[in-house]
């Protein structure tokens, strides 16, 4: 006699619990995220339904679709029944989801403040496990010219050399740059190290005519303004 205690597969399930079929029908706010995830993978494994197997990488990761925008193709390959090109869908699907969130605000062509230098550079910024330091070069009347990626780093630190971002900056023949660096700890108060390269930075752009306009620290949350705070 079977087991009570059996796995179903997907396609014996009703038809309106099914998530391709219930997306169809009911469309797609419907479905919960582990459904939405199914769908991507197509199929679980011996022992597990796609939906369980969502559900059970959801769960590892809180059920926070932010915390699992982050991982790496390989950590979500540890997962029974996710191989390579499963876990590329998944993070391929969220990277979309992510990019579509940014494209819905025009992002500005022109630095009025802190927050229209944040919507140029959180795409870049946010959802990393490490740290990187950007920098915005602007024209004199604060149009933007070009963003540069100036380092990479670890978890807690990266290191921004003067010499680099001022050559950029005056290969670009620009008026003004604006810094900008990710804290993927979340924490949004600066270090001293950030506050002491700030100044070194600022009086640097004062000898060669170069303003450094602001200072941005970055998170998945926020960010933080050095011109805004009064500390540039």
């Given at each position: 006699?079977?087991?009570?205690e059996s796995?179903?597969?997907?396609?014996?399930?009703?038809e309106?619990?099914?998530?391709?079929?219930?997306?169809?029908?009911?469309?797609?706010r419907?479905?919960?995220?582990?459904?939405?995830?199914?769908?991507?993978?197509?199929?679980?494994?011996r022992?597990?339904?796609?939906?369980e197997?969502?559900?059970?990488i959801?769960?590892?990761?809180?059920?926070d679709?932010?915390?699992?925008?982050?991982?790496?193709?390989?950590?979500?390959?540890?997962?029974?029944?996710?191989?390579?090109?499963?876990?590329?869908?998944i993070?391929?699907?969220?990277?979309?989801g992510?990019?579509?969130?940014?494209?819905?605000?025009k992002v500005?062509d022109?630095?009025?403040?802190?927050?229209?230098?944040?919507?140029?550079?959180?795409?870049?910024?946010?959802?990393?496990n490490h740290?990187?330091?950007?920098?915005?070069?602007?024209?004199?009347?604060?149009?933007?010219?070009?963003?540069?990626?100036?380092?990479k780093?670890?978890?807690?630190?990266?290191?921004?050399?003067?010499?680099?971002?001022?050559?950029?900056?005056?290969?670009?023949?620009?008026?003004g740059?604006?810094?900008?660096h990710?804290?993927?700890?979340?924490n949004?108060?600066?270090?001293h190290?950030?506050i002491?390269?700030?100044?070194?930075?600022?009086?640097?752009?004062?000898?060669?005519?170069?303003?450094?306009?602001?200072?941005?620290?970055?998170?998945d949350?926020?960010?933080?303004s050095?011109?805004?705070?009064g500390?540039?």
């Amino acid at each position: 006699m079977e087991s009570y205690e059996s796995k179903i597969s997907i396609k014996a399930w009703a038809e309106e619990d099914r998530p391709r079929e219930k997306l169809n029908a009911q469309g797609r706010r419907a479905l919960s995220d582990a459904e939405l995830i199914a769908i991507l993978i197509g199929s679980g494994n011996r022992d597990e339904s796609a939906v369980e197997l969502s559900k059970r990488i959801l769960h590892h990761y809180d059920n926070d679709l932010n915390k699992l925008g982050k991982v790496s193709v390989n950590e979500l390959s540890r997962f029974k029944g996710i191989g390579e090109a499963k876990a590329i869908s998944i993070i391929a699907a969220l990277e979309l989801g992510r990019r579509r969130g940014e494209t819905e605000t025009k992002v500005a062509d022109k630095i009025t403040g802190s927050r229209s230098a944040w919507e140029i550079l959180r795409r870049h910024m946010v959802d990393l496990n490490h740290e990187e330091f950007w920098i915005l070069l602007l024209s004199r009347n604060n149009k933007v010219i070009t963003k540069e990626l100036i380092s990479k780093g670890g978890l807690s630190g990266t290191v921004a050399d003067p010499k680099i971002i001022f050559n950029v900056a005056l290969l670009h023949q620009a008026s003004g740059i604006i810094l900008a660096h990710n804290h993927p700890s979340g924490n949004l108060k600066p270090s001293h190290e950030d506050i002491s390269l700030t100044n070194k930075l600022s009086q640097a752009g004062k000898i060669l005519d170069i303003r450094v306009l602001d200072h941005l620290i970055i998170t998945d949350e926020g960010f933080y303004s050095f011109s805004d705070e009064g500390i540039l």
